[in-house]
Each structure stands twice: as structure tokens, then as C-alpha cells.
């Protein structure tokens, strides 16, 4: 089956930093970007994150921009997310996701926008508090 699956979250203190990953199986990630999504209690599920497949292009949130860094490793078909000085708003359950269409090479321009994704992975928690 097609699938994502997201790993690397926990508890930590603000300052500190988690790398999260998001690998996939059934299906090879060398053509598809992928964006990283998180989702705090209450709030909207918003974009943190995106790369392209071939050119390699990323994108960010202005909240994370100079913090986070998003990668790529195609031989272990796995996305990574390095998310430096983190604060308490950065608490939420973060989520990869991709799209055979939409998300075919290249960020689309609504890459930050999570409707009509058909790939998610599960979601790591990520709990950012002293």
C-alpha cells in the first residue's frame, strides 16, 4: 500500500531542536514533493514546509523561516525536517503529505494549503514546553 509514515517527534524545551522524518513506502519519493503540515489544538491544519522533487526547491513558512530545514534523501526515500530553536507555538501534531497530481515535480504555488491531499501519513506529536 501507499503510505506515509512520520517519526522523530517528543518532548522538548524551547531552544532545542528535533529532526523529524517522513518515509515513504509503496511508491518512490523521487518524484513527488512533499510539505510538511502541523495542527495545535484548536487551531487550522497550516503549511510549515514544502520541497520539490527534481529541481530541488523549498519552501517555508514565514514562522519557521531561519529555524527549520527541510531535506531530502531519495536513496532512503525519506523527507526530513530539522527544526531548530523551537518555541512553545511550534507545539502541534506535524503531518507529510503528498499528492499524485498536485504535488507531480514541483511546490505548487498553494502548497501551504492541506485540502485535496490524498497522502498523509499518521502525524508525530511535537510538544515544545519548559
Known amino acids: 500500500q501507499v503510505q506515509l509514515v512520520e517519526s522523530g517527534g517528543g518532548l522538548v524545551q524551547p531552544g532545542r531542536s528535533l529532526r523529524l522524518s517522513c518515509a515513504a513506502s509503496?511508491?518512490?519519493?523521487?518524484?513527488?514533493?512533499i510539505t510538511w503540515f502541523r495542527q495545535a489544538p484548536g487551531k487550522e491544519r497550516e503549511g510549515v514546509s514544502c520541497?520539490?522533487?527534481?529541481?530541488?526547491?523549498?519552501f517555508y513558512a514565514d514562522s519557521v523561516k531561519g529555524r527549520f530545514i527541510i531535506s531530502r534523501d531519495n536513496a532512503k526515500n525519506t523527507v526530513f525536517l530539522q527544526m531548530n530553536s523551537l518555541k512553545p507555538d511550534d507545539t502541534a501534531v506535524y503531518y507529510c503529505?503528498?499528492?499524485?497530481?498536485?504535488?507531480?515535480?514541483?511546490?505548487?504555488?498553494?502548497?501551504?494549503?492541506?485540502?485535496?491531499?490524498?497522502?498523509w501519513g499518521q502525524g508525530t506529536q511535537v510538544t515544545v514546553s519548559s
Open positions: 503529505a503528498t499528492d499524485p497530481i498536485l504535488y507531480s515535480g514541483g511546490c505548487p504555488d498553494r502548497w501551504g494549503d492541506p485540502a485535496d491531499l490524498a497522502v
Open positions: 520541497i520539490s522533487s527534481t529541481p530541488t526547491k523549498t
Open positions: 509503496g511508491f518512490t519519493l523521487d518524484y513527488f514533493a
